[in-house]
Structures are given as C-alpha cells and as structure tokens.
C-alpha cells in the first residue's frame, strides 16, 4: 500500500524548510501541526516522535527525520528526477554550500532579529541586537546581488506582521539572554 509522508510542524519555523522542499517536489503529505505557542511539543506523544520537543519532523514509510536541512537534503535525495540534487558533484557542493550558508552563517542572525522584534515581551527587546544581528547577516561573505536580495529579505523579516505564532510560553519565565 502507498503510504503517505507525514511532516509534524509549525508555521512560521524552520519546519517551513521541510514544508518548501515537499511542496517544491509536490509530494502528497499529510501536515500535522505541532502548535508551540500552546506548548504541543512538550506532549508525550510528541515527545515519542522526537524527545528534543522540536519541528520539524519528517516520518516516512518507518524513517523518522529531524533537523530541516537534512529533512531537505533527504527528500531532495529521494527524488533526484526534480532536480534538486544534481548528480554532478561540483553542482551538489553548490547545494550543500547554500543549506549550510543558510544554517550557520544566516540563521543565528535572522533567530535573533525574530527573538528581539517577535519573540520576547516587548520589555525584553533589546533594539541594539536587532542592528547587530542585521550587521552580522550582512557580513557573511555575499556578494553585492546576494547582499540586495538578503536586505530585502531582512527587511521583509522586520515588516512582517503576520510572523510571530505568539510569545513561546518558554520565554515569559526565563528570557534566554542574547
Ligand atoms: N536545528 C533544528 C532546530 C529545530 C528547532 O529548534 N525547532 C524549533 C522551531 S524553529 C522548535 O521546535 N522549538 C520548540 C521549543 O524549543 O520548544 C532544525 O533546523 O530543524
């Protein structure tokens, strides 16, 4: 019997990753929302799927993934005839450049920008990491074209009213400190 892939996730997250990638290969799926600002994650039978507490998780035919980018990588993988895992591998080092750009050198920079103007409670937003956090992204070693397209993105980012899920019942107590 065909099974059905099924993604635990939370919108918007980094399990927006694993959602691009399935909609990008238009893979059938079945969405399962995990939702974090009511505290979800912390349920047992979330827990037995990935005891870290975290989206997003991938379950597919008995592989249960976690972690976005090898999420990504695996269904990019699993479907080599859509293109988004060049056999070539001066291509695939292209690829693998771009995930883990995107995971180490961009995401601290962006996670802080959305802790400091969404996450926390307005009394613990420190204005001065936002600019350096905007800095830092900046700096990552672009150049000029991918700099403009990143502004823009950070600009869209700062703008966004629709981002937040709600302040993570996990930072009313215990602010983590940037
Ligand atoms: N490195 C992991 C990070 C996963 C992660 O931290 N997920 C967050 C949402 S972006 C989460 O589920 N947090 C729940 C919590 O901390 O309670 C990935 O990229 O998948």
């Known amino acids: 019997m065909e099974h059905r892939m099924r993604l635990y996730e939370f919108g918007p997250t980094r399990s927006t990753r694993a959602r691009w990638m399935l909609q990008e290969l238009g893979v059938d799926f079945e969405a399962v929302t995990v939702n974090l600002a009511a505290g979800e994650q912390h349920r047992p039978e979330f827990l037995r799927i990935n005891p870290a507490g975290k989206v ?5 035919d008995g592989v249960v993934l976690t972690e976005s980018v090898a999420i990504a990588l695996y269904l990019a993988e699993k479907y080599p005839g859509k293109g988004f895992f060049p056999a070539d591998a001066r291509q695939r080092a292209q690829v693998n450049r771009w995930l883990l750009f995107s995971a180490t050198e961009l995401e601290q920079p962006i996670w802080r920008i959305f802790r400091h103007t969404r996450l926390y409670p307005e009394n613990l937003r420190l204005p001065g990491e936002i600019a350096r956090a905007h ?13 403009r397209a990143l502004a823009a993105l950070l600009a869209k980012l700062a703008d966004a009213q629709g981002l937040t899920p709600g ?10 400190k940037p």
Do not use: F, N
């Not at 997003?56 to 597919?60: A, G, H, S, W």
């Open 167 to 176: 302040v993570h019942p996990g930072y009313k107590q215990s602010p983590e």
């Open 135 to 147: 800095g830092e992204a900046m700096a990552a070693g672009l150049s000029q074209k991918e700099r």
């Open 56 to 60: 997003p998780v991938l379950v597919d």
